[in-house]
T-cell receptor, first 108, second 112 residues
C-alpha cells in the first residue's frame, strides 16, 4: 500500500518562529489532507490539498503531486499551535492513510 | 451543533468484557469510518461504511464488529476485550466524492 513519511518527527519552537513540516508519499494520490491533533486529542482538518497551494491565516500548505510531497507552513507560531500534525493521503485503495505525524511544541 | 459525536468519551473495563462505542454524525455525509490510534499516536483505519454498506474492512480481529443502522450512525462493538485493545478509537465521516474527513472527539478505551 501507499507509504506516508512525515518529517521531522519532533519540532520544538519558540513562540513567533516559523516552521515547515514535510509529507512525502510513495505513490500518486487523489486526496491529501493535513490534520492537527491538539493536546486534548481533538483531530481538526486543516487543509484538503491534493495539489496546489492554500492559505488559512498563519497556516498554508503546498502539494506538489508530481514530486509526491506536501509542505505545511506555520508562520508566527503560537503556543496553541502545539500538538501533532498529520498528513493523510488516499491512493488507489480509497483508504485515507495517515503518516506518523510531527509533534510540534511551541514554547512561550 | 453539526458534528460527529461519539459516546462514551472514556471507557475503563476488564479483560474479557464486551463493550460498545456509538457514533453519530449530523453532517449529512455518506461515509463513516472507525480509526484506532495507538499509544504511539499512529492512526489506522479499521472500517468504512458508505450508506450503511461495509466498504473497507482492514485486518481487524473479528471480535470487532461495526454496525450501521443508518447512514448517520456507525457503532463499534468489541467482544472479549484484550489488553492490546486499549487505544483511542475515532469515528469520522466524509462525503463520498471529496472525502474531507471530520473526526469525532475520540473514545479512550482502557482494558485492565
Amino acid at each position: 500500500g501507499i507509504q506516508v513519511e512525515q518529517s521531522p518527527p519532533d519540532l520544538i519552537l519558540q513562540e513567533g518562529a516559523n516552521s515547515t513540516l514535510r509529507c512525502n508519499f510513495s505513490d500518486s494520490v487523489n486526496n491529501l489532507q493535513w490534520f492537527h491533533q491538539n493536546p486534548w486529542g481533538q483531530l481538526i482538518n486543516l487543509f484538503y490539498i491534493p495539489s496546489g497551494t492554500k492559505q488559512n491565516g498563519r497556516l498554508s500548505a503546498t502539494t506538489v503531486a508530481t514530486e509526491r510531497y506536501s509542505l505545511l507552513y506555520i508562520s508566527s507560531s503560537q503556543t496553541t499551535d502545539s500538538g501533532v500534525y498529520f498528513c493523510a493521503v488516499v491512493g488507489g485503495s480509497e483508504k485515507l492513510v495517515f503518516g506518523k505525524g510531527t509533534k510540534l511544541t511551541v514554547n512561550p | 451543533d453539526t458534528a460527529v459525536s461519539q459516546t462514551p468519551k472514556y471507557l475503563v473495563t476488564q479483560m474479557g468484557n464486551d463493550k460498545s462505542i456509538k457514533c453519530e454524525q449530523n453532517l449529512g455525509h455518506d461515509t463513516m469510518y472507525w480509526y484506532k490510534q495507538d499509544s504511539k499516536k499512529f492512526l489506522k483505519i479499521m472500517f468504512s461504511y458508505n450508506n450503511k454498506e461495509l466498504i473497507i474492512n482492514e485486518t481487524v480481529p473479528n471480535r470487532f464488529s461495526p454496525k450501521s443502522p443508518d447512514k448517520a450512525h456507525l457503532n463499534l462493538h468489541i467482544n472479549s476485550l484484550e489488553l492490546g485493545d486499549s487505544a483511542v478509537y475515532f469515528c469520522a465521516s466524509g462525503q463520498e466524492v471529496v472525502n474531507v474527513l471530520t473526526f469525532g472527539a475520540g473514545s479512550r478505551l482502557t482494558v485492565l
